[in-house]
């Protein structure tokens, strides 16, 4: 048998080469563009001064932290057409804009936000597998440079965020358990999974499933393993790029 080798190269605990480049759009609160490999996303974060309506009816105080996400449409292999042309959002885009939005509301302190709305925006702009474990790693470091921006301008009391958050995904890809898949073993792995964690470590999300395949309790504890071990690598690029972004500002 041949010995196991992933297309790129990579152990199967390695990341790929990872990058958070703040202040990407300048007009936004808080911008970067987050690299997993060639997997390239636009996050920014705006601050509104207003809730959504639901929540001005039910009397809900705090505030409200939402996420969108796209694809380019030059963003695939093939051209995707954008939804206001095709006049429809997908299942797969609703799906992920919410994780987006939940996973960052984990760790937000929403009484922190009072009358207002964290927007966090998820545009990818080259999809290699992993576009919304890469939006949720961006998403954090663009909403957390908002954040400080409003504090900074005194439009915002004190920062609502209580834990940093990341995501990765992990999978078992020819028979190996692998760590941050790109398209490639994506779409060859039988096993694919998302982990979005916070940064002390406890998970917010584990989605995980067997494609035409099932795995043991062992394969999810060395796939979990694998994430966790990521996830720690992503905590740290992120505070990097915090660092940096506030230096920008
Ligand atoms: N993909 C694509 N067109 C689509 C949806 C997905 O080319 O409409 C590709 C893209 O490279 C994406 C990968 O398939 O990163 C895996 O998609 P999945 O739905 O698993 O989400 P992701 O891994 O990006 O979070």
New binding site residues.
Partial sequence: MLPFERPDRRKPDDLRIVSIEPGIAPNASGSVIVRFGH?QVICAATLENKVPGWMQKQGIGGGWLTAEYS?LPY????R?QRDSSRGKV?G?TIE?QRLIGRALRAVTDLSKLPGQTLWVDCD?LQ?????????ITGAYVAARLAIEKAIQNKQLAENPFTDSIAAV?VGVYEDQEVLD?N?EE??GASV?A?VVMTGSGRFVEVQGSGEEATFSEEQLHTLLDLAKRGLGELKAIQENAIGKGKNLA
Wanted: hydrophobic share 20%; charged share 30%; glycine share 8%.
């Fill in positions: 997997t694809m963003s695939t292999h093939e995707k997908d797969r992920i990818v999809a290699d597998g992993g576009t919304r474990t890469a939006s995904s898949l398209y994506d779409s694919d998302n």
